[in-house]
C-alpha cells in the first residue's frame, strides 16, 4: 500500500489526537499537497482537492464559530462526506463538539497542534515530502564528514565500515552502516536514512556488532542527512589509470538526481579516513567555486605563455 499512514504523520509532528478512541489504521495520505477549506466551508465544492489533508486556521475557524447551528451542521455533514485524509486545527484551536460528533460519524480523524497555520503548513508539507518521496534501498555507508554527506560504496570487505569508524573516531557522525535508504526530497535533493532496525549499529569483521551511539554518545551519530557525494572504494589495479588531477567531474544518477563521484583505490598504506575527509573539503570547495585542478591548469597555462612570450620556448 502506498502513501504514508495518518498516525505516522500525527506521531512525527506531535498532533494532538482529538478523536483517539478512532482506528488510524487504514487512513493514510497519497500526496504531500495540503489544503485551508475556506471556499468549502462556505458551500463552494467545485475542484475540492479532497486527497490533501485540511487545515483549519484562524480564519476558517472564526467564520464557522458565526454560523448558525442548522448550517454548520450542513456545512459539516457535506465537507465530511468527501473521502479526506484527516484534518488539522492549528494554533490551538478546538474543533466543536458537532464537528468532533459528525467527524467520528464520518471516521475522519481529526487533529490540533499549537503551532501557527503557515509554519505548521511548511513543516507538514516538509515532512510529507520526506515521507511520500521516491525511496530506493542500496548497499553502502553514509556519513556526515564537515557537513558534506558522504555515501560510501565498494564491494563487500573493502573498508566501507572500517573507514566510517575511523571517521565517527575523528569527531564525523555516522549515519547508516551497510543498508542506506535513500529518498528523492525534490529534483535537486536526495536524503539518506537509516532502516529503523539497524540505526547506528556498524558491523566490523573479527569484533562483530557494535553501537555507535553506546559507545562514541549521540554526537557521533546522525539519523538523516542529504548526499552530496558518492564515493567508490576499488581494489588497487596496478595497471589501471586513475584519475590524478581531478579536471573531469564524475556523476553518477540516484533516482533522477546527479551526483559527483570520486572513486578512490584501495590498498594497504592508505589512510582511508584522511583521504576520505579531504574528499568532502574538495567537493565543499567545489561547490563554493573552487576548483584546485583547474587552478592549477590554468597557473600552468599562463606559466608557459610567459615563457613562450620570453623566448623561452
Not at 92 to 110: R, T
Not at 134 to 145: A, E, K, S, Y
Not at 157 to 165: D, H
Amino acid at each position: 500500500m502506498s502513501g504514508v499512514g495518518v498516525a505516522k504523520v500525527a506521531q512525527i509532528l506531535d498532533l494532538c489526537n482529538f478523536i483517539p478512541q478512532m482506528e488510524l489504521k487504514g487512513h493514510r495520505i497519497m500526496i504531500r499537497d495540503v489544503n485551508r477549506p475556506a471556499l468549502q466551508l462556505s458551500g463552494y465544492f467545485e475542484h475540492f482537492e479532497q486527497s490533501r489533508v485540511q487545515i483549519i486556521g484562524t480564519v476558517e475557524y472564526t467564520y464557522l464559530q458565526q454560523l448558525d447551528e442548522k448550517k454548520k451542521e450542513a456545512i459539516y455533514r457535506e465537507f465530511m462526506a468527501y473521502d479526506i485524509p484527516c484534518v488539522i486545527f492549528c494554533r490551538d484551536l478546538k474543533p466543536d463538539e458537532m464537528f468532533l460528533k459528525i467527524a467520528e460519524e464520518s471516521n475522519l480523524p481529526v487533529f490540533g497542534t499549537k503551532r501557527s497555520t503557515s509554519e505548521f503548513m511548511a513543516e507538514l508539507i516538509y515532512c510529507l515530502s520526506e515521507q511520500l518521496a521516491p525511496c530506493i534501498t542500496i548497499h553502502g555507508v553514509l556519513v556526515d564528514v564537515y557537513g558534506e554527506g558522504l555515501l560510501i560504496m565498494g564491494e563487500s570487505g573493502i573498508g566501507k565500515s572500517e573507514a566510517a569508524l575511523e571517521l565517527v573516531r575523528r569527531g564525523h557522525r555516522l549515519v547508516t552502516d551497510d543498508v542506506v535508504e535513500i529518498r528523492k526530497i525534490n529534483e535537486h535533493t536526495l536524503i539518506g536514512t537509516s532502516p529503523d532496525i539497524t540505526r547506528y549499529f556498524i558491523e566490523l569483521r573479527g569484533i562483530g556488532i557494535i553501537d555507535v551511539k553506546t559507545l562514541f554518545g549521540v554526537e557521533g551519530v546522525k539519523e538523516k542527512q542529504q548526499i552530496d557525494l558518492v564515493i567508490d572504494l576499488e581494489p588497487w589495479d596496478d595497471h589501471a589509470v586513475y584519475d590524478r588531477l581531478g579536471l573531469d567531474t564524475v556523476q553518477t544518477d540516484i533516482l533522477g538526481v546527479k551526483v559527483p563521484e570520486a572513486t578512490i583505490p584501495v590498498k594497504p598504506g592508505r589512510n582511508l579516513a584522511s583521504i576520505v575527509e579531504v574528499a568532502a573539503m574538495n567537493n565543499r570547495n567545489r561547490k563554493m567555486g573552487h576548483n584546485a585542478a583547474l587552478e592549477l591548469t590554468n597557473r600552468m597555462d599562463r606559466h608557459f605563455e610567459k615563457l613562450m612570450e620570453e623566448g623561452d620556448l
